[in-house]
């Protein structure tokens, strides 16, 4: 159905592991949505949190905006 605004959720989660440590480094997670605004822009609007243990701040949150054009 293309009559309402949300075309997609979306959920992604990332690890990275440090193999000269041999440790997880680094975690990335990211959930949101694809909302129409018009025949040919979709918005992407998400949360995204990443935790990171050699770097400080070792937590992140942010909220993300970006607009994809269709030419």
């Known amino acids: 159905d293309n009559a309402g605004p949300i075309k997609a959720l979306f959920v992604s989660e990332e690890g990275f592991y440090d193999l000269a440590a041999h440790r997880w480094t680094r975690s990335r997670a990211q959930a949101g949505v694809d909302l129409r605004a018009g025949a040919h822009a979709t ?3 998400y949360y995204l949190r990443q935790g990171d243990r050699d770097q400080q701040p ?3 949150n942010a909220i ?5 054009l269709r030419l």
């Not at 993300?64 to 994809?68: M, P, R």
């Open 58 to 60: 070792g937590a992140i």
């Open 64 to 68: 993300g905006l970006t607009l994809a």
């Open 43 to 45: 918005f992407k609007v």
